[in-house]
Structures are given as C-alpha cells and as structure tokens.
C-alpha cells in the first residue's frame, strides 16, 4: 500500500503543478530597438545605430532594463496578454544615470513618455512592438 500513496502524491503533485503553470506573457525576454517615434503627425526614423543606442529588454517577474543612449535605466512592467495583438501595458516609474549623451539622443524623451505608456501592439510575427502615451507612438523592432 505504500507504493499505492507514493503514486497518489505524485499524481496530486503533477496536478499542482500544470493548475499554477501558466505560460509566460509574450514580452517577457524580448529585447528590441527604437525605430521611430511619431508625434503629433510627425514621424522621427533613427539610424541603425541610433536604433542600437535605444532599448528596450522585458525581463522577468516584471523588471524592464532600458538603454536610453549613453544612460542605462531600471523600471518595472506590466502588461495584459494580447488581444488581437494589442494590450494594456503600464512601465515604470524608470530610474536611469543621467549623463549627457551626444545628440541626437532619444534617452530622455523615452525616459519621460513610457512611463505614461497606455497601449501596445505586438505584431504576430514578433518583429514589431508598438507603445503609445497619451501623446506619443514608439515603434521598435526585434533586436537581432
């Protein structure tokens, strides 16, 4: 019989397991670069290398590390899973180093707005995130 109780637990625990396992948010250990920032009818396209300069990696249990230029910054995220493509997401408050970087620089204008983030749109295919505030739309595009 207690062989009988051993698979019983075993069987229990396995069921524990796949009822609290739930699949990571599609975010979670992306990394990607700024492409462009539209404003108010206006759109500003960076370089290759400025794209480089400007990042985004959704770590985590929540942790968003940033390289906004020559500064590095922390925030949190959260985010609702994509309906459609498209979500409900909530960055920050960012910390970052504060050194001045050569322009152009985009570090603190995405230091300032994504803390305002509201939405996003995940392309299927994964290439292409989208993150809009109230006021601005920043593109960026899987990291190679």
Known sequence: MPGRNLIAGGALMM???????SS????????????AIDTSGSTTTL?????A?????FGDEGALA????CNRGRASWT???PRNGAGAISIGPIASTRALCPEP????????ALSEAQ????TMDRRELVIETGTLRFTFTAAE
């Open 105 to 112: 620089s985009f570090g603190n204008q995405m230091a300032t």
């Open 15 to 21: 069921l524990a397991a796949c009822a609290t396992t």
């Open 53 to 57: 300069r400007h990042m985004l990696t």
């Open 66 to 69: 940033l390289q906004l230029d």
């Open 119 to 122: 939405t996003y749109v995940l």
């Open 24 to 35: 990571p948010h599609p975010l979670t250990g992306s990394e990607w670069q700024l492409a």
């Open 47 to 51: 370089t290759p290398a400025l794209q």
């Open 79 to 81: 985010a609702g899973k």
